[in-house]
């Protein structure tokens, strides 16, 4: 059913002849290797696969050794973890703007609307989500390989090797969690990299600009284009672990 | 490797499970270790393995508390044994990987106690999805590679079948004579008691 008379400011267009355009669009940017596109796509990429990256380097064995410690206090540890574990991102990206800007702790670095930056505020947001995901896996399941390990003469590095071995597809798994929550946020990267054209734009952001500007097909190609990636890495780690299995 | 315990108080939750004054495991010896379900075999074992830690009292081996080398010298087979998700060739390998064992050797050792336990067969197998008696026997040649002086086996021959189970016991006694350590067995069968240990031990 076509909504006339609804709109009375610009011509009627359906929702769905906007969708599709967009789609049709997408499809034309990704072929035309749109350089300003790939740009995007790839920038996204690296700065959340680094902060998942530099994240996880100290999430997993800090989380191996969270789960297999016996501490008082044990339980408000992981209450705390499970409790920031779904910080929104502007939040972490106030938080990182405040310490980078010029008056603040680290302002002397001059990172802030920089890709470093971003890499950063990201790093902060997937930490306590990768830490409290592996900290949970280790908590049920870690002691019996732990203990194993320790009777068949394991020194306590030989135990984390041996543990992230024996969970790594829960850890391939936590690596894509931890991935997919940081390219899909906007908050964090919109504040610290300030969504600069040419150094700090990225997909979720550009989607956002071309959102408040109206060019929905653009915005839609993108979105297309995120959603794809998500779909690739999903299936591509499914895979693997499949294999692993 | 000999094993004293004295005074050995142990609680889970306030409850007491373990309460010996002294007990004495002789270098060289086979004993076999007796008791009702839920007497706390399983979890003297684990005590001085090494594993269970929370426990009031004193174990010395060969007249020391537990040191690193000790731990190096000590093999257990647990009642539930956890195998790595691997093929049963790289669980057995393990205790010798880590122990830095060159890869020739390495490969001897376990052919070896793949033919002795008649496991060759399903040596590429992965470990997670084998039965239950043949987890046990991987699980056991995995401690007999690290060559202990002192084995801890929790019911390792429970679960598999009588004749076998003789197999493994001559396995066993072969093992003990070449290397002349103190083997602590759990079981549930008298018979089997009388058969492979020099002597026993009841626990309340
Ligand atoms: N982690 C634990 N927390 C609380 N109680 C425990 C724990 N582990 C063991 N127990 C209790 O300690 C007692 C001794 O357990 P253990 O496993 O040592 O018995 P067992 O002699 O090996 O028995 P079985 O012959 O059935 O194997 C049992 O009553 C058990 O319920
Ligand atoms: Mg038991």
Redesign the interface.
């Known amino acids: 059913m076509r909504m006339e008379g609804h709109s009375l400011t610009q011509q009627p267009r359906p929702m769905m002849n906007e969708l599709t355009s967009g789609l049709i669009k997408a499809l034309k940017l990704i072929i035309s290797l749109d350089p300003e596109l790939y740009q995007i796509i790839i920038r996204s990429l690296f700065v959340s696969l680094s902060a998942v990256i530099i994240s996880a380097l100290f999430c997993f064995p800090f989380g191996i050794w969270l789960g297999l410690k016996k501490f008082k206090g044990k339980q408000f540890v992981s209450r705390l973890l499970y409790a920031s574990m779904s910080t929104p991102s502007v939040v972490i990206g106030l938080v990182i703007l405040l310490i980078l800007s010029r008056k603040g702790p680290l302002g002397f670095l001059g990172l802030l609307y920089t890709p470093a930056a971003m890499v950063i505020a990201q790093t902060v947001l997937v930490t306590p989500l990768l830490l409290g995901l592996t900290y949970n896996t280790i908590k049920q399941r870690g002691h019996?390989?732990q203990?194993?390990g320790?009777?068949?003469?394991?020194?306590s590095f030989?135990v984390i090797i041996?543990i992230i071995?024996?969970f790594k597809i829960d850890f391939l798994v936590h690596l894509m969690t931890g991935f997919s929550r940081a390219i899909s946020e906007v908050g964090a990267v919109m504040i610290v990299g300030g969504n600069i054209k040419g150094t700090t734009r990225v997909m979720t952001t550009s989607i956002a600009l071309m959102n408040s500007m109206g060019e929905y097909d653009r915005a839609i190609a993108l979105g297309a284009v995120l959603l794809l990636i998500s779909l690739l890495v999903n299936s591509i780690v499914y895979r693997e672990a499949e294999t692993w299995k | 490797m000999e094993v004293r315990i004295q005074k050995l108080l142990k609680k889970y939750n306030q409850k007491t499970i373990l309460d010996i004054l002294d007990m004495h495991f002789k270098e060289g010896t086979i004993i076999g270790l007796l008791g009702d379900n839920g007497a706390g075999k399983s979890t003297l074992l684990k005590i001085i393995s090494g594993i269970e830690k929370d426990y009031e009292g004193q174990i010395l081996y060969n007249g020391y508390p537990l040191k690193d080398c000790h731990k190096q010298r000590i093999g257990m087979v647990s009642q539930k044994p956890y195998l790595f998700k691997r093929s049963v060739f790289e669980n057995i390998e393990y205790p010798l990987k880590i122990r830095k064992i060159e890869k020739k050797k390495r490969k001897e050792i376990v052919d070896g106690y793949l033919r002795e336990m008649n496991l060759e067969a399903i040596k590429g197998q992965r470990a997670d999805t084998l039965s239950g008696g043949e987890a046990q026997k991987v699980a056991l040649a995995r401690a007999l590679a690290a060559a202990p002086k002192l084995l801890l086996l929790d019911e390792t021959t429970a679960n598999i079948h009588e004749e076998a189970a003789c197999a493994i016991e001559t396995q066993l006694k072969s093992y003990h004579e070449q290397m002349g350590c103190t083997i602590i067995f759990v079981t549930h069968n008298l018979t089997q008691a009388e058969r492979f240990c020099d002597e026993c031990v009841w626990i309340k």
């Open positions: 019996q390989v203990n194993e320790l009777l068949l003469g394991a020194d030989q041996l071995r024996e």
